[in-house]
């Protein structure tokens, strides 16, 4: 899913209706993801828009409660921890 791009936020039209159809996809994702308590994964949102624009802090309102990290550093600890994983690369 792409967010646009060129548009400041004040301007776009429809954002109203963007976001919750954004919000419901990711959710959608993340339930396909982690299914269980026991399930484990990571949902990336690489778009540095989600924590400063008033859209994005939205969408992150609307997902389920998750561990949230804004270094890499931070999931490859996870992705050690919790996956097994020796998280090189």
């Not at 209706?17 to 299914?35: M, S």
Request: glycine letters at 12%; proline letters at 6%; aromatic letters at 6%.
């Amino acid at each position: 899913m792409r967010w646009p791009t060129d548009v400041p936020e004040h301007e776009l039209r429809g954002v109203d209706l963007f976001v919750p159809a954004a919000a419901i996809t990711l959710k959608q994702g993340f339930g396909r993801l982690v299914r269980t308590r026991r399930d484990r994964g990571v949902v990336a949102l690489l778009d540095g828009r989600v924590m400063t624009r008033g859209y994005g802090r939205r969408l992150l309102a609307a997902l389920p409660p998750a561990q949230r990290a804004a270094d890499l550093e931070a999931v490859r600890a996870f992705a050690v921890k919790e996956l097994g994983g020796d998280a090189q690369g």
